[in-house]
C-alpha cells in the first residue's frame, strides 16, 4: 500500500461549483468539521466492494465522453452514481490537487473550523491563530448564521465547509467571503480573504498532574512522527490523552506511523483491495507500559478509527467518549482522460480482532457525551495506581 489516503471523509458527487467534501478537517474553506455528531445522524453499512468492473466502467465512460467532445468528467459523476458506491467522488485536477495539499498540511481558507449544534446552530469551535479569522475579530463560540448571504442554521456541516470554501474556480487565495455572526445579542457581518494556511495537525499541552494531552486534527504528512515526539518527551510518571475527537482521517501511514508510538509491532489492522487481504502493522519499539486513554466522538473518521481500533483490541488504550463515525472503506483513484480523478471504493477494513468498523463505528470503553476528558483524567489516575 502507498501512502495515499486510502480511509477518508465522507463525500459527494459534485458539479459545477460545489467542490467536493473529502478531507473537511483539512481541506477546508477556512472552516473544518470540529465534530460530524449531529443529533439524529444514522449510519448505516456502506455497499459492499465495489468491483474492479466498475473502475472500468467510469474509465470507458469517460474515454467515450472525450472522444465524443462531451466532458469526461461528468460522464464519470454519472458512471460514479449509478455505481451505488456511497463513497465514490469525482474530482478536478485542480479539486485533486489541492486534496493533494491538504495532506501535506496546506489548505487555502479563512481559519474557522465549526459544528453542528443540536438546535442546527453553526458554531465555531476554534479560529486558528494568525488566520483571517482571527484578524477579523471571530472567536470561539461565535454563531455562524450566512455564508455569502446564505443562511446555514440547520444545514449540515459538509454543506457549511462546501460554501466557505466556495467554487472551485473562486477559492484562491485573495478571494473575498462574507461571514454573518453573532455573539450573545450582537448580530454582525465581517468580510474576509481567503488565504494560503498550515494545519497545525498536531498539539499538545499538560494537565495540572503532568498528564499530557496529544490533539491530532488530521494525519497529515509528518503526524505520526509528531505523535511519536510527543510521546518520548511527556513526563515518565504520567499518563497520555490522546485526543481523535473531530479527526475525520487522512493519510493511513501516518495513523500507523501514530499507531507505533504506543505498540511494540504487531497488528494495526488487516484492509482487502478487491478481494486480495492486506495487513497493516506497526513498527516496534513503541511505549506499551504509559497509562493511555483515546478521546473519540462522532468526528472521529476513517484513519482515526483504524487507531483506535487497534489501541482498543490490543487492550493498550481505554476509550472514552461516544460512538465514532463508521468509515471504514478502502477507495482507490483512477485517472481519468483529461486530468479528473476518479475514486471508488474497492474494499474495508478491520480491527486486530477482526471487527468490521463501516457503518458501525467503534463503541467506547466508557461512554462520556460531556466532561470526556475530564473522565479521561480520572481513568489514567486509576491506571497509573495500578501500574
Known amino acids: 500500500m502507498s501512502g495515499r489516503d486510502l480511509f477518508c471523509q465522507p463525500r459527494?458527487?459534485?458539479?459545477?461549483?460545489?467542490?467536493?467534501?473529502?478531507?473537511?478537517?483539512?481541506?477546508?474553506?477556512?472552516?473544518?468539521?470540529?465534530?460530524?455528531?449531529?443529533?439524529?445522524?444514522?449510519?448505516?453499512?456502506?455497499?459492499?466492494?465495489?468491483?474492479?468492473?466498475?473502475?472500468?466502467?467510469?474509465?470507458?465512460?469517460?474515454?467515450?465522453?472525450?472522444?465524443?467532445?462531451?466532458?469526461?468528467?461528468?460522464?464519470?459523476?454519472?458512471?460514479?452514481?449509478?455505481?451505488?458506491?456511497?463513497?465514490?467522488?469525482?474530482?478536478?485536477?485542480?479539486?485533486?490537487?489541492?486534496?493533494?495539499?491538504?495532506?501535506?498540511?496546506?489548505?487555502?481558507?479563512?481559519?474557522?473550523?465549526?459544528?453542528?449544534?443540536r438546535d442546527g446552530r453553526i458554531e465555531v469551535t476554534r479560529v486558528q491563530t494568525g488566520s483571517p479569522a482571527?484578524?477579523?475579530?471571530?472567536?470561539k463560540g461565535d454563531r455562524l448564521l450566512s455564508v455569502d448571504g446564505e443562511k446555514v442554521d440547520g444545514r449540515p456541516v459538509t454543506d457549511v465547509v462546501s460554501l466557505l470554501r466556495g467554487d472551485a474556480d473562486d477559492a484562491a487565495a485573495g478571494t473575498e467571503v462574507s461571514l454573518g455572526l453573532a455573539r450573545g445579542t450582537r448580530a454582525w457581518s465581517e468580510t474576509v480573504r481567503r488565504a494560503r494556511l498550515s494545519t497545525d495537525s498536531v498539539t499538545v499541552h499538560r494537565l495540572a498532574g503532568g498528564v499530557t494531552v496529544i490533539k491530532v486534527a488530521a494525519f497529515t504528512k509528518g503526524s505520526g512522527d509528531r505523535v511519536r515526539a510527543a510521546v518520548a518527551q511527556a513526563p515518565r510518571r504520567a499518563g497520555i490523552v490522546l485526543d481523535l475527537r473531530g479527526n475525520s482521517g487522512g493519510l493511513v501511514t501516518e495513523a500507523v506511523a501514530a499507531a507505533s508510538a504506543f505498540l511494540d509491532g504487531g497488528l494495526v489492522a488487516t484492509y482487502d483491495v478487491d478481494g486480495q487481504q492486506r495487513a497493516l502493522h506497526a513498527d516496534p519499539g513503541g511505549d506499551t507500559t504509559r497509562p493511555l486513554v483515546a478521546l473519540v466522538d462522532g468526528g472521529t473518521m476513517s484513519a482515526a478509527e483504524l487507531l483506535t481500533?487497534?489501541?482498543?483490541?490490543?487492550?493498550?488504550?481505554?476509550?472514552?467518549?461516544?460512538r465514532t463515525f463508521g468509515k471504514g472503506s478502502v477507495q482507490m483513484p483512477s485517472r481519468l482522460p483529461d486530468g479528473s480523478v476518479a475514486e471508488l471504493t474497492v474494499g474495508h477494513y478491520r480491527t486486530p480482532a477482526g471487527r468490521g468498523v463501516d457503518g458501525r463505528g467503534i463503541t467506547p470503553d466508557l461512554q462520556a457525551d460531556e466532561g470526556s476528558l475530564e473522565r479521561a483524567e480520572t481513568v489514567l489516575s486509576g491506571l497509573g495506581d495500578a501500574s
Not at 449510519?43 to 472522444?67: G, I, K, N, W
Not at 482571527?134 to 472567536?139: L, P, Q, S, Y
Not at 481500533?309 to 461516544?322: C, I, K, N
Open 134 to 139: 482571527a484578524a477579523a475579530g471571530v472567536r
Open 12 to 117: 459527494r458527487i459534485r458539479r459545477g461549483a460545489a467542490l467536493t467534501l473529502v478531507f473537511a478537517s483539512v481541506l477546508v474553506a477556512g472552516a473544518a468539521t470540529g465534530s460530524f455528531d449531529e443529533p439524529g445522524r444514522k449510519t448505516t453499512p456502506s455497499s459492499r466492494s465495489v468491483p474492479t468492473s466498475h473502475h472500468e466502467d467510469v474509465t470507458e465512460a469517460a474515454a467515450e465522453a472525450m472522444a465524443d467532445g462531451t466532458s469526461p468528467m461528468e460522464a464519470a459523476e454519472r458512471a460514479v452514481s449509478r455505481s451505488g458506491d456511497r463513497w465514490g467522488a469525482v474530482y478536478s485536477q485542480g479539486e485533486y490537487e489541492e486534496f493533494e495539499e491538504a495532506l501535506d498540511g496546506q489548505y487555502t481558507g479563512v481559519g474557522l473550523w465549526a459544528r453542528r449544534e
Open 309 to 322: 481500533g487497534a489501541l482498543q483490541d490490543r487492550g493498550r488504550a481505554v476509550v472514552v467518549g461516544s
